[in-house]
C-alpha cells in the first residue's frame, strides 16, 4: 500500500510526496478535514485518502528516539 506525507498546503492544494519521493499535487477538498502538513496518508480500496495515524505515530517515536539519543547526556 503506497502511503503519503502532507509536504504542504498552498491555498486549496495539498502537495502529496509518495514513498518513491515523487509529488502529486491533490485539491485539498478531496482529503480528509483538518488534514496538516506532515500527515501520512493512504488510499482506501474505494480511492479516497485517509489518515495512517499509526504510521505517524511510529515515525513521531522514532524521530524522537534518535533526537533523545543525540542529546543524551
Request: proline share 4%; hydrophobic share 40%; aromatic share 6%.
Amino acid at each position: 500500500m503506497m502511503r503519503y506525507t502532507v509536504d504542504r498546503i498552498i491555498e486549496n492544494i495539498a502537495v502529496l510526496e509518495d514513498e518513491n519521493k515523487k509529488t502529486e499535487n491533490v485539491p485539498l477538498n478531496t482529503l480528509p478535514p483538518l488534514v496538516r502538513e506532515g500527515n501520512v496518508l493512504f488510499k482506501d480500496s474505494n480511492g479516497n485518502f485517509v489518515i495512517d495515524a499509526d504510521t505517524e505515530a511510529a515515525r513521531r517515536q522514532k524521530a524522537q528516539s534518535l533526537i533523545d539519543k543525540l542529546f543524551k547526556k
